[in-house]
């Protein structure tokens, strides 16, 4: 039966991938790794141990792996965590991305290779693995110190560089396949901008009310439904729209991470994402043939030299560009140094579309590994090799520098002073995110109103119903947004005018003139624009008449009202997106940071489910006076709970946050995390009610509840007492007891059995 033979391969699959993900895990590799690595054991190009042969079967499990895997991605990837990294890094990332690129199609171009495979080369290696580099400046212990924050803020902005590089290489392989007269690049990232910011804004006020009513009014099992359909319909959505499913997926991510319920939703999903992204490692690794590994070493070799330069380099430029000291810029740079997960879906997608050879499976896992294992030495010792590098910079390089900084230093100061700028920065972003929105809900109206169409006919009420209908709902939805896009060009307007005519003895005059002109210039501007993307062809031309005239006759009734609509979204938006920015977490907290002069170092540990130390109080602990490291944060399902007192009990999964040298920090790391197997495990299923009588000569006959200590002993509860034909519920703790009564015990059956041997002890008072 073909369902048995695929759940018999997933078993396969998921046994040899456990296995030698644990070896990797023991010999500190990434799992990534041992996952690859076992798709090449149990694949069809390595026998005898050829035990999944038919691909097919794996490549739906393996796509809906994709899924989750961007999903994960863009839990981590939040608009909250993109605005803290500021504009400046996401520069610095994209001059690295470009310097990255253009250094590979050099080399490429020397090499003879198509422009199309170097295109894919540097998509693969102009990417670093956010998971790996993450958990290696965690194992480094310098997460928490200036380069390390830098690197892990290049490593998640990468992220975003590399869904749009996924973008523009799947444009580019569409127009190889006979789509020559497609968009081209800046087309392509035009639309792919307006896709990103129409699904952003309608998720961002979709999204966060959905989830809100599912947590009031459905049950988790439910909540775990309704996301996974918003998780695979967007990503279908994303698909149909002419991206990839990884784009939807990642989208729903970020949006999700905006919530409150971001880590409800990664924990209900962790399971299913740990098994389906193994899978798609699996699959990816299923395609290697391990003798094109060995045979193309020198190849992996040298390519993998490339990379560790190239993205030092890159990496670099772009932070020394942002006004970065160069040595923290070095050490950053030589921390960002290994490639994963993202350049293995760049392969698949070239491989998969015939774009370029088989071999680049091979390779992308080659100088993976390779970046990997030169990832710890570079990390621990990058202070060194900075250090090392910067005594051998030329002096001219070393002035240049120093008057750089100088200069960026003076113009942000300016920019700071510049009125100009300050007021009308925050307009210009709301202009191109307003446009951005409206070109999103053009480009892809057609593919909409065909889906209409479809679905109730082309004449359904009236001749032409459901396009004038739809158009006519078109137009109400942007008039909101086209509003504020025309009154921020006014005011832009108008300041603009202002400003330069300000010292000019006829300034009265001439500025009403200037800010005509401007207006004119905007208007004209905006026209050309929303006719570019307008449809004039068939009916819709005339549905688009009637929408402008009803849009025109709602504009002059209901400006107002347009106006206070579009206020309110928007406040509503930057309140989504402001909820929680102040919000410690164990990687923003201010006082985190390296103090070199103390050598005390801040790492993280995450309490596992069977911790020795889980339901202990820090007091009882004794971190401090054992190990001299000190607690100084517990974030707790995504609360933070600041300088803990001696009082505060540890729970399984509480993220710790440690200070102290680096030595007492990976002691008390370990003491954490020790697991030996003997935690209690949990009864709360086994619970149950029992009456006990209370016999004449028992020991507790004649005491109030709150003096028999075996209540607490054994952990039980008087939930009710029976005396004759009297009833009392709840009784409290001066309630005497007396012979004959019957107690209503709640607790366990081991707990209760113990409760009621010490009821039936004829001792004296002493003994209580």
């Known amino acids: 039966m073909p369902g048995i033979e695929f759940i018999q391969d997933l078993a396969v699959i998921l046994v040899v991938a456990g296995i030698v993900g644990w070896a990797c895990q023991r010999a500190g590799l990434s799992v990534v790794v041992g996952y690859l690595v076992a798709g090449m054991i149990v694949g069809p190009h390595t026998p005898p141990f050829s035990l999944v042969r038919d691909e097919a079967r794996v490549e739906t499990a393996a796509q809906v792996g994709l899924v989750f895997l961007m999903f994960a991605i863009g839990l981590k990837l939040s608009l909250r965590r993109l605005r803290r990294l500021g504009g400046a890094m996401l520069l610095a990332v994209f001059v690295s991305a470009g310097l990255i690129y253009y250094l590979t199609r050099t080399a490429g171009a020397l090499a003879e290779r198509s422009s199309l495979e170097c295109a894919f080369l540097a998509g693969m290696i102009m990417v670093s693995s956010s998971a790996i580099i993450s958990k290696i400046l965690q194992e480094t212990g310098a997460n928490h110190e200036r380069a390390g924050q830098l690197a892990l803020g290049v490593s998640v902005l990468e992220d975003v560089v590399a869904v749009v590089m996924l973008t523009v290489l799947n444009s580019l392989v569409w127009r190889g396949a006979g789509g020559a007269g497609g968009p081209g690049l800046a087309g392509t990232l035009g639309l792919f901008g307006a896709f990103v910011v129409l699904a952003g804004v309608v998720g961002l006020l979709f999204v966060p009310w959905l989830l809100k009513r599912m947590s009031i009014a459905a049950d988790e099992e439910l909540q775990t439904l309704g996301i996974a359909a918003l998780l695979f319909g967007l990503a279908v959505l994303a698909q149909h729209a002419g991206y990839s ?52 070493w020198a190849v992996i070799l040298g390519v993998t030299a490339f990379t560790l330069v190239a993205r030092v380099f890159g990496a670099t430029t772009g932070l020394l560009l942002i006004g970065t000291a160069p040595r923290e810029a070095l050490r950053a740079a030589l921390t960002v140094t290994t490639i994963g997960e993202f350049s293995f879906i760049i392969a698949q997608l070239g491989v998969t579309a015939g774009a370029v050879p088989r071999k680049f499976y091979p390779l992308a896992v080659g100088v993976s590994l390779l970046t ?35 200069w960026l230093e003076r113009l942000r100061a300016r920019g700071r002073r510049n009125l100009l700028w300050q007021l009308s920065r925050k307009r210009l972003l709301q202009i191109g995110t307003g446009m951005m929105f409206v070109t999103g809900l053009l480009v892809f109206s057609e593919p909409l109103l065909a889906l209409v169409e479809g679905a109730l006919g082309r004449d359904w009420l009236f001749p032409h119903g459901p396009a004038v209908i739809f158009w006519t709902t078109l137009g109400g939805l942007v008039l909101a947004p086209l509003v504020a896009i025309w009154r921020n060009c006014s005011a832009l307007a108008l300041l603009c005018a202002q400003v330069s005519v300000q010292d000019h003895p006829q300034a009265g005059r001439l500025a009403p003139l200037v800010e005509t002109c401007l207006k004119t210039a905007a208007g004209a501007a905006l026209y050309v624009w929303l006719a570019s993307f307008l449809p004039v062809r068939g009916a819709a031309k005339w549905a688009i008449v009637a929408t402008v005239l009803l849009a025109g006759a709602a504009l002059l009734l209901f400006r107002r009202r347009l106006v206070r609509w579009h206020s309110e979204l928007e406040v509503e938006l930057q309140s989504l997106l402001g909820a929680g920015e102040g919000r410690m977490s164990a990687t923003t907290v201010p006082w985190a940071q390296s103090h070199a002069e103390w050598r005390l170092s801040v790492a993280e540990c995450l309490l596992p489910d069977l911790a020795d130390c889980q339901g202990k109080k820090i007091g009882e602990l004794a971190l401090r006076s054992r190990l001299g490291c000190s607690v100084m944060g517990i974030e707790r399902q995504g609360y933070m709970i600041q300088v803990p007192g001696p009082d505060t009990v540890l729970y399984p999964q509480d993220k710790v946050l440690l200070m102290g040298t680096a030595e007492q920090v990976a002691a008390g790391r370990k003491f954490l995390t020790a697991v030996s197997g003997g935690a209690a495990v949990s009864e709360f299923g086994e619970v149950r009610t029992e009456l006990l009588a209370v016999p004449a000569r028992s020991q507790a006959a004649g005491r109030m509840l709150r003096e028999l200590g075996a209540i607490g002993a054994e952990r039980v509860q008087v939930v009710g007492i029976k005396r004759g034909a009297r009833r009392i519920l709840s009784p409290g703790s001066e309630e005497v007891l007396r012979p004959g009564d019957e107690l209503l015990v709640l607790g366990t059956p081991q707990r209760i059995g113990g409760f009621r041997d010490w009821l039936t002890e004829e001792q004296g008072p002493e003994a209580i």
Do not use: C
Not at 282 to 291: C, H, N, S, T
Not at 374 to 397: E, T
């Open 245 to 296: 499913l990884a784009l939807g997926a990642f989208l729903l991510g970020t949006i999700v991470a905006e919530t409150p319920h971001r880590h409800q939703v990664e924990r209900t999903f962790a399971g299913m994402r740990d098994v389906f992204s193994a899978v798609f490692f699996v699959a990816i690794g299923m395609q290697i043939d391990v003798r094109e590994l060995g045979a193309s």
């Open 372 to 406: 990997t294992l030169a990832a710890p030495p570079l990390v621990k010792n990058s202070g060194r090799i900075a250090d090392a590098l910067l005594a051998r910079q030329p002096r001219w390089l070393e002035d240049w520098l120093a008057y750089y900084l100088g």
